[in-house]
């Protein structure tokens, strides 16, 4: 199918078409593949066992797991969304984040004060990049994944035991964890990244993948051309070619690859 975003979870994939509708496919024990919601969608985003995205009206809609509240989103309109573990996050209109679910580490309350551009829920953490470039990461910081180093950055992506973020002149920077190398990226200018449980992964300035870290099923061994977008799932990794095509590669225990 022609998409225009993908997002790898857990052991679930989703992807918004060229038309505005979603499509999922995977593992589907709590419904986070087949309790797909009718409408256009402007954006998807996956978590461990649930899925949210944005429609082109701005509200959010969620389905899958929700014993912590992750799929059951606040009213209102959202530029943004991000499922992480067992909690979910979204950038409002006026640039706050609101974050809902479990709050077992923090990760939904202790949101820093000030605007921001964007928010990444990982695993049990959270990160988000500021209005004035810094980057803000709260929740469980059993491997300093929530020590988000100086500096101006473009993006950020909360993963399981790492974070990873673009800066400002192109160069990634990782914290946290560091088994497998999962936060020891490659030289070079890059567009974005993706944080994974155990894996990174990063589009170059060239449209080139670059993936590090766990390479257990193969999900750090990325296929070749360029592409747009790239997501680093649990186990499994998807991205979106230069032609529209969706690839995916790693795990395919439940057919998410």
């Given at each position: 199918?022609l998409?225009?975003?993908?997002?790898?979870?857990s052991?679930?994939?989703?992807?918004?078409?060229?038309?505005?509708?979603?499509?999922?496919?995977?593992?589907d024990?709590?419904g986070?593949?087949?309790?797909?919601?009718v409408?256009?969608?402007e954006?998807i985003?996956?978590?461990n066992r649930?899925?949210?995205g944005?429609t082109?009206?701005?509200?959010?809609?969620?389905?899958?797991?929700?014993?912590?509240?992750?799929?059951?989103p606040?009213?209102?309109?959202?530029?943004?969304v991000?499922?992480?573990?067992?909690?979910?996050?979204g950038?409002?209109?006026?640039?706050?984040?609101?974050?809902?679910g479990?709050?077992?580490d923090?990760?939904i309350?202790?949101?820093?004060s000030?605007?921001?551009?964007?928010?990444?829920?990982?695993?049990?953490?959270?990160?988000g990049?500021?209005?004035?470039?810094?980057?803000?990461c709260?929740?469980?910081?059993?491997w300093?994944?929530?020590d988000?180093?100086?500096?101006?950055?473009?993006?950020?992506s909360?993963?399981?035991?790492h974070?990873?973020?673009?800066k400002s002149?192109?160069?990634v920077?990782?914290?946290?964890?560091?088994?497998?190398?999962?936060?020891?990226?490659?030289?070079g200018?890059?567009?974005s990244?993706?944080?994974g449980?155990?894996?990174?992964?990063?589009?170059?300035?060239?449209?080139?993948?670059?993936?590090?870290?766990?390479?257990?099923?193969?999900?750090?061994?990325?296929s070749?051309?360029?592409?747009?977008?790239?997501?680093?799932?649990?186990?499994?990794?998807?991205?979106?070619?230069?032609?529209?095509?969706?690839e995916?590669?790693?795990?395919?225990?439940?057919?998410?690859?």
């Amino acid at each position: 199918m022609l998409v225009v975003t993908v997002s790898a979870g857990s052991r679930h994939t989703c992807g918004v078409n060229s038309s505005g509708s979603v499509e999922c496919w995977g593992y589907d024990d709590y419904g986070q593949v087949s309790n797909t919601p009718v409408g256009t969608f402007e954006l998807i985003s996956t978590g461990n066992r649930n899925t949210c995205g944005v429609t082109s009206s701005g509200s959010v809609e969620c389905w899958g797991y929700d014993a912590h509240g992750q799929a059951t989103p606040p009213t209102g309109a959202l530029e943004t969304v991000s499922p992480g573990g067992n909690h979910t996050c979204g950038v409002t209109s006026s640039s706050s984040i609101e974050c809902w679910g479990s709050n077992r580490d923090g990760q939904i309350s202790n949101i820093p004060s000030g605007t921001f551009l964007s928010v990444s829920a990982g695993r049990d953490h959270t990160c988000g990049v500021t209005s004035s470039g810094s980057v803000e990461c709260w929740g469980i910081d059993s491997w300093s994944r929530t020590d988000a180093p100086f500096g101006s950055f473009e993006s950020v992506s909360a993963g399981g035991s790492h974070s990873c973020g673009v800066k400002s002149d192109g160069k990634v920077e990782c914290w946290g964890s560091d088994g497998s190398g999962r936060s020891s990226p490659p030289f070079g200018s890059f567009e974005s990244v993706s944080a994974g449980q155990l894996h990174t992964c990063g589009i170059t300035s060239s449209g080139l993948l670059e993936c590090w870290g766990e390479d257990g099923y193969g999900q750090s061994t990325p296929s070749s051309g360029t592409f747009e977008s790239v997501s680093a799932g649990w186990e499994h990794t998807c991205g979106v070619t230069s032609s529209g095509s969706v690839e995916c590669w790693g795990d395919d225990s439940a057919g998410q690859s």
